[in-house]
């Protein structure tokens, strides 16, 4: 396992009534559902897991299905699962084995619906609900693990090995969008591990090393950069306007997702490692770090 990653890498997925994790054991896959109570109600073991980094594969859930990517030198695959009885629906294969670490994003514009994965030297988009291909993408680079943002009618990739790179596609497309449907691609001021967010036409990215920027969606070109203290493996969280950037020292800044320039509203200091991404749920903002987990919110009231 690499030295930054642990057993607990992967997020949880919930739809109100069940909770879905997902783990590895021994050499195995575990996805496993479990009422509001605590109680199993199916686990499964559907592929044999080999990756040089560990594991770290997150599902999400789209109507009865549960979507989960698992990109990695063993037995990789996309898999669409029952949610209520674990059951295999669908499945699909990546193009290469090569490791990456990116959750699936599911788009619906108007249009239709969408999966989209990442990772492995690709970009697809599939039918969520048959499985179907739609249109696949070359890059942005061999290894991913930044998250994917949607926006404007364009997905935003990063990846980080053996170049860092960043691309927009627009998600219109059908077939082969390589050469059709890229808007921008570039390979400087990309994201290894942090995932951007979008907002009003911008893109928000923190630089594993600290560097926050703002990008035009439409061009990638930046509009402001500003240096946050520390390293980053937590990703960017958007709530009502403002944005908060944890480092992995505990650190949080919250600053607003302004596209003109960098204005900071608060710094929050935990003082302890801290590589897992914040929540946000009815008012209350949740926050792992090594040894505790936080919840803040309003006073409490009688």
């Known amino acids: 396992m690499h030295g930054e990653n642990s057993c607990a890498s992967s997020t949880p997925a919930t739809d109100g009534t069940y909770v879905f994790t997902s783990f590895q054991v021994g050499d195995r896959v575990d996805i496993r559902c479990f009422d509001m109570s605590g109680k199993e109600v199916w686990s499964r073991q559907p592929l044999r897991f080999d990756g040089e980094h560990g594991y770290s594969y997150s599902p999400v859930l789209y109507s009865n299905l549960l979507l989960f990517d698992c990109r990695q030198e063993g037995e990789a695959a996309l898999l669409a699962m029952d949610k209520r009885t674990g059951e295999i629906r669908w499945r699909a294969q990546p193009r290469k084995r090569r490791i990456s670490h990116v959750t699936p994003l599911i788009v619906e514009d108007g249009r239709r619906a969408q999966l989209i994965v990442c990772g492995s030297d690709e970009t697809r988009s599939y039918d969520p609900a048959t499985g179907k291909a739609l249109w696949w993408c070359d890059g942005p680079s061999d290894v991913a693990v930044a998250g994917l943002a949607y926006g404007d009618g364009m997905v935003f990739a990063t990846a980080g090995y053996p170049v860092r790179s960043r691309l927009a596609i627009r ?109 946000i749920s009815d008012g209350c903002l949740f926050l792992r770090t090594d040894t505790q987990l936080y919840c803040f919110g309003p006073p409490q009231r009688p």
């Open 171 to 279: 998600v219109d497309g059908r077939g082969d969008v390589t050469d059709s449907h890229v808007a921008w691609s570039y390979r400087r001021q990309a994201t290894y591990v942090p995932s951007p967010v979008y907002r009003e036409g911008h893109l928000y990215t923190v630089l594993d090393e600290g560097m926050l920027l703002c990008f035009n969606a439409r061009t990638g070109e930046a509009v402001w950069d500003h240096r946050l203290d520390g390293r980053f493996r937590t990703s960017l969280l958007l709530a009502n306007g403002r944005i908060y950037a944890t480092n992995d020292k505990g650190l949080t800044t919250v600053f607003e997702a302004d596209p003109k320039r960098f204005r900071a509203v608060a710094t929050n200091d935990l003082k302890e490692l801290c590589y897992a991404t914040p929540a």
